[in-house]
């Protein structure tokens, strides 16, 4: 009996074993598939926070889209009521003049021809010295609304950056449409004679380009642009906002 009871006692100490080792595979397989679930909610959250900054940033671009309309309609009313204005000036001018002129002709001084000569050649100074404030001031405003919708294409940049790499068809039909968005946005800025400034590998210009730093950098030879920190922008032989760089050393750093 006890030989019976010995290895039938044995044979209940083998099954529990298995038992337990069969709980410990439940209990590593079960923290895996939590493990897994909290990784994936992880990405889910940070894919819903990307979506909503990307929108706010597509909220923006329409925002200054609009705003870059309602300024130029507020050029178009303001060039019109200076045209009137300058009208006024120049009838205003011509009848001081005319009153001048009788007065001469009463007083026997002159003839009218040269006085007409003289006006004429004063009026024409005056509509040339308006022509160009009006064309400097028109200059001067629109570069300022374009300089204001820079920060728009860097929000676009960004996003474009720091997009994760899943593959995922929702979230890379989003991505997408950003791109889509951000080439959009470009088109509209060379309609206005806006160019990208991106002078990777070119000589530092300090003209074109804002030094922000040195990098050391054997494949980049010295003084050249070793990295593009912000794209720059110019509008025509112009320069809306410098590019900010960082400038190589042309040597290999140490340590």
């Known amino acids: 009996m006890s030989y019976f009871f010995d290895q039938y006692g044995r044979r209940r100490l083998a099954n529990a074993q298995q038992s337990g080792d069969a709980r410990g595979d439940g209990l590593t397989l079960q923290q895996a598939v939590l493990d897994l ?6 990405r889910e959250r940070e894919n819903e926070e990307l979506k909503l900054r990307v929108a706010q940033q597509v909220k923006d671009l329409r925002d ?28 205003t001018r ?9 007065q001469e002709e009463a007083a026997g001084n002159g003839s009218w021809q040269e006085r007409y000569l ?17 064309a ?14 820079l920060p728009l294409a860097d929000h ?6 720091h997009a994760p790499e899943i593959d995922d068809t929702a979230l890379g039909n989003f991505i997408r449409n950003i791109e889509a968005t951000r080439r959009a946005f470009m ?7 806006v160019e990208r400034l991106e002078p990777l590998n070119a ?53």
């Open 156 to 161: 676009l940049d960004l996003a474009l950056q």
């Open 94 to 102: 011509a009848a001081v003049r005319d009153a001048e002129q009788k």
């Open 136 to 149: 400097a001031d028109t200059a001067e405003h629109r570069r300022q609304i374009l300089a204001d919708m």
């Open 203 to 255: 000589a530092f210009d300090p003209a074109r380009h804002e030094a922000i730093g040195q990098i050391d950098s054997p494949d980049v030879p010295e003084d050249h642009v070793a990295q593009v920190v912000q794209a720059g922008y110019i509008e025509g032989d112009r320069v809306l906002r410098p590019a900010r760089v960082l400038i190589s050393t042309g040597t290999r750093g140490q340590g």
């Open 37 to 42: 679930k909290r990784q994936l909610d992880e």
């Open 118 to 134: 003289r006006l004429q050649a004063e009026l024409e100074n005056l509509r040339k010295r308006l022509e160009q404030r009006y």
């Open 187 to 193: 088109d509209t800025l060379r309609r206005y004679d």
């Open 64 to 91: 200054q889209a609009q705003a870059l309309e309602i300024k130029s309609d507020a050029l178009r009313k303001q060039s019109e009521e200076l045209k009137r204005l300058e009208t006024e000036l120049v009838f």
